[in-house]
């Protein structure tokens, strides 16, 4: 080992030397993007704000805009900007010549800053840096950026640019005289002619929860793409993206390659990242694959570009984060990997693509020990990066292949902030060879010498969220269908009432139904009478008084039992909503995680209102403390079929009172489930009692009850405020002024202004609206846009719902599924026929399925007055309505008696300074969709007619339950105060 270190360290110095006298373009600072970057590595701040600025520019039409977001980011700044002349960019006039010689300097700079790493717009404005790179001796690999589609059209257009793209690059490479050194290598021919596909571009549903479906949806514009490579004998390369999409892009390469067409067709390649935990693994079940197919394929070695995302996105969804903590450990495993790869050539072609000198150098050391020759083995470098070390390079006699991106700005952009980041970062090797100088030695030392030892976390008492189901693992798909078969297999049961330590079954059923097919039978529930609800009070009113006077923690104990017991029925709960609601796996699963994310809430949340001492004055004692209303009636809605219920049962019981709970008739089964996961958890008999029957008879009479002290109610605004009219009223007897919770929904909107960035606000729109088919209180029905991007986002609006596929939530590959009953269908269409009188349709899209089935439906809309514009629909209805400036579209907004939920997409500061102070929502959300809120992160409900109480999973919710109780005792005993 110590013979490979020297090699390394010679090889390394002999690399170091070659390129030191050199300066990566990037950092020139002769040249205006090497200043700016030397000021970015700088200012921390400023990095930011420039990156943001750099990232919204191209979708700036006007140069008004361009001035008026410039001094929103740099307004404190006073730089070379423009690369003309240094000046305060506040004294940069909105008008007038000036002004547009500022707009026109700062989109040429961009524009030059985008080339460094982009070789051209088209493959026609490329082809002279294309001809320059072959002329020097380089190979290349030619990418088209663009990362997200968001609609089938965007995936064909994407496919037919590759298309388009091999034609016109072969008639180039064609007219080149072979060159042995970049088309040869130890087996013979290689193609000069290699290509870098995004599969994320090529399906625009594409997604690991419907494993088979992908693949198989995916392959089709990729087959078309891997057909024409073959015929021009042209490489294919797949590139790797975010982790989550790890597991199916292998899966999706080996498919294709097995096919009859394609089986013997030796020039593809796909990417390996090293800074994921599991690439080793992944690297040895590619060589077996290989080997077993006896099939030579390259794998492309990268240390991976998304390292920030990755913690970012799996410590927000509470998943083990996948990459190595520390820069350092991608490096030893980069190594490890490239020993890997050098080490069986009989099958792999390995494509070293690092830009590290000691990465490099530990390459050529590997080759040499093994015996392997040079031209086995190839690297490859960003264009636009580290041109003194691949010069170098390419002195030793080593093939080096340049990853030339071709395209527009916009779908660039992406790929431009990277690397912009990567060359900023503090810990970018380019950076610390030609920025900080940092020494040879430094530069070379064995990655496991400098490998931090992390420092152990304190032990976490917080309250986290329970992590969503992870379906891009085979495992947990697998578990999802064990208990939808498992689920389904147990139909069709009878269900009695819960009261007391009874189960009462009755004459009258609830018969449930799968709204997907109305025929099938979910569950048969007991239906109560007046007898019954009046039994279940009365069992309330004994109960109540002993467990009024358990103690907080044991309380809690019971609701973390029942967390941990949902926690292993997860799947089957899920499953369970499958069936009777019509909620797809997603929907599901994240239903389930908030039931328990409450339940462990609520009981952390008891401990935080103990008894409170107040001041401490001599002879007197104050205490503050809270105490059991009494006793409630929880009536939730079948939308949120576990969740809302858990809540709203579990925050009652925890706080000391009984509870009656009267789920809806459209979801009874979940809801008996959830009482039988209290009474397995030992919860006494009779603190929490199953009453499910008709609302207007058996909720009525509940609601008006003298004893019963307080409602907890979700659902409709005319359910909502008939209660709170009827709980308003005071009877003969009653002990208490009844407390109502009611969350009662809304008409929610997303505003789109001109700086959106519409790949994610497209997106989230369609998740927002269309999830769980717009059956949410929560979901959007309006989207407000600006004249700017109105055209724009309405073609790719439109076409992203048409991409959307509809029927039975059962089949994961499915984005939408039923609505409820009957009942609610025949509404929504009512409110699709308003719409195609009172507006312009965009998008009416019909579904031929057998049960409640109700299709997306898109109108324009003039009128904010009109019953469609102003009422919830509660289904996948949204209308569009066009404002002319962003103060037109707060007033639109709020022009509805609602306010729950509500968003914008923008990426103007200014605006989403407005959009705090003036958006009237009791939930806002920026840059994001406007459904799934987290329990204590988002605590979710809204005032005016969506509501009345506190945030539910927020800190101040369980007050709503408990009476607030000051005791003073006076401690003075003949002139004798103690502690004094």
Not at 69 to 85: P, Q, R, V
Not at 383 to 395: D, I, N
């Amino acid at each position: 080992m110590d013979c490979l270190e020297n090699r390394i360290r010679d090889v390394g110095r002999e690399i170091y030397n070659h390129a030191i006298a050199g300066t990566p373009s990037i950092f020139d600072k002769k040249r205006w993007e090497g200043k700016v970057l030397e000021w970015a590595m700088k200012n921390e701040d400023f990095k930011l704000k420039l990156f943001r600025f750099i990232d919204v520019l191209p979708s700036l039409k006007s140069d008004n805009s361009v001035i008026r977001i410039l001094k929103e980011y740099f307004t404190d700044d006073s730089i070379d900007l423009l690369g003309i002349l240094k000046v305060g960019v506040k004294d940069i006039p909105d008008r007038g010549l000036m002004a547009k010689a500022a707009v026109k300097a700062i989109r040429t700079n961009i524009r030059i800053m985008a080339r460094q790493f982009i070789a051209g717009s088209n493959p026609q404005e490329a082809g002279r840096i294309l001809q320059d790179l072959r002329e020097s001796n380089y190979a290349m690999s030619i990418y088209l950026p663009g990362e997200l589609v968001v609609s089938d059209k965007e995936a064909g257009d994407y496919t037919s640019r590759y298309l388009d793209l091999l034609d016109t690059l072969h008639s180039l490479f064609e007219t080149w005289p072979h060159n042995t050194m970049l088309d040869n290598d130890n087996r013979g021919y290689i193609p000069g002619l290699n290509i870098s596909v995004k599969l994320s571009s090529l399906y625009s549903q594409l997604d690991p929860v419907d494993r088979e479906g992908s693949i198989e949806n995916t392959k089709i514009n990729l087959r078309a793409i891997l057909r024409k490579a073959k015929k021009l004998r042209a490489f294919l390369n797949l590139d790797m993206e975010a982790h989550y999409y790890k597991d199916i892009f292998i899966s999706i390469y080996k498919s294709i390659l097995e096919e009859e067409e394609f089986k013997e067709y030796p020039h593809t390649g796909i990417a390996i990242q090293s800074y994921l935990i599991e690439s080793q693994a992944d690297l040895h079940e590619l060589i077996r694959w290989s080997r077993d197919n006896r099939k030579v394929i390259t794998i492309r070695l990268v240390k991976g570009a998304y390292w920030d995302y990755e913690n970012a996105i799996n410590k927000q969804k509470g998943w083990p984060v996948p990459v190595f903590p520390f820069k350092e450990e991608t490096d030893l495993n980069f190594e490890r990997l490239t020993r890997i790869l050098l080490e069986n050539g009989e099958f792999i072609r390995p494509a070293v693509a690092t830009h590290n000198i000691r990465s490099i150098a530990n390459t050529i050391a590997c080759a040499e020990s093994i015996g392997l020759p040079r031209e086995a083995f190839e690297f490859q470098m960003l264009y636009g990066m580290a041109e003194p070390v691949r010069e170098a390079l390419k002195r030793m006699g080593y093939r080096v292949r340049v990853y030339t991106p071709i395209g527009e700005l916009i779908p660039s952009m992406a790929y431009l902030v990277r690397r912009l980041i990567e060359n900023t970062s503090n810990e970018s090797f380019l950076k610390r060879f030609f920025v900080d100088k940092i020494p040879f030695e430094d530069l070379i030392k064995p990655p496991e010498q400098i490998i931090k030892t992390p420092e152990r976390p304190p032990l976490d008492k917080r309250f986290r969220n329970e992590p969503m189901t992870d379906f891009s693992k085979n495992h947990n798909r697998g578990r999802m269908i064990e208990a939808i078969i498992k689920v389904k297999s147990g139909l069709n049961e009878k269900y009695p009432l819960l009261i007391g330590g009874d189960k009462v079954w009755t004459d009258k059923e609830i018969i449930s139904v799968n709204p997907s097919r109305p025929g099938e039978v979910v569950g048969r529930v007991s239906s109560a009478t007046i007898d019954d609800a009046d039994k279940a009070v009365r069992t309330a009113r004994i109960i109540q008084d002993k467990w009024r006077i358990i103690a907080p923690h044991e309380r809690a104990g019971y609701l973390l039992k029942v967390a941990q017991l949902m926690r292993q029925e997860r799947f089957n709960l899920a499953a369970l909503e499958v069936f009777e609601v019509g909620k797809t796996w997603k929907e599901a699963d994240s239903d389930v995680t908030e039931a328990i994310d409450y339940l462990n809430y609520y009981a952390l949340e008891i401990m935080r209102h103990g008894i409170r001492r107040i001041d401490d004055y001599p002879g007197e004692v104050n205490d503050y403390l809270y105490e059991p209303k009494g006793i409630g009636v929880v009536i939730s809605p079948w939308n949120f079929p576990l969740a809302i219920p858990a809540g709203m049962v579990s925050a009652a019981i925890v706080t000391g009172n009984c509870v009656i709970f009267k789920p809806s008739g459209l979801s009874p089964v979940i809801g008996y489930r959830l009482v039988e996961l209290f009474n397995a958890a030992g919860l006494p008999e009779g603190v929490i009692q199953y009453l499910p029957g008709p609302g207007g008879e058996i909720g009525e009479y509940l609601v008006t009850h003298p004893d019963i002290d307080f409602i907890a109610f979700t659902g409709s605004r005319e359910v909502g405020l008939k209660l709170i009219e009827l709980a308003g009223k005071t009877l003969h007897g009653q002990r208490s002024v009844k407390r109502v919770i009611a969350e009662m929904g809304g008409k929610n909107a997303i505003i789109i202004d001109e700086t959106a960035d519409l790949d994610d606000a497209v997106k989230g729109v369609l998740e927002s609206a269309f999830g769980f088919q717009g059956q949410k209180c929560s979901a959007c029905s309006r989207v407000i846009v600006l004249e700017d991007i109105y055209k724009e986002f309405c073609e790719r609006f439109e076409e992203a719902v048409r991409s959307i596929k509809i029927g039975p939530p059962e089949d994961p590959g499915n984005f939408m599924g039923p609505v409820i009953d009957d009942k609610a269908m025949e509404k929504i269409q009512g409110y699709i026929e308003s719409g195609e009188k009172e507006g312009m349709p965009l998008l009416v899209r019909k579904v031929n399925e057998d049960g409640y089935y109700v299709g997306p439906a898109i109108f324009e809309i003039s009128d904010i007055n009109s019953p469609i514009a102003r009422e919830e629909v509660f289904g996948p209805v949204v209308i569009i309505l066009k404002a002319e400036d962003i103060k037109s579209a707060f007033k639109i907004a709020n022009s509805t008696c609602y306010a729950l939920t509500g968003g914008i997409y923008s990426r103007s500061p200014a605006n989403i300074k407005r959009a705090r102070m003036n958006f009237r929502v009791g939930n806002l959300y920026i840059n994001r969709k406007i459904t799934g809120a987290l329990v204590e992160r988002q605590p979710f409900g809204g005032f005016g007619m969506s509501g009345v109480g506190s945030k539910a999973g927020g800190p101040d919710y369980l007050l709503q339950f408990m009476n607030p109780v000051c005791i003073s005792e006076n401690t003075l005993r003949k002139g004798f105060a103690p502690n004094i």
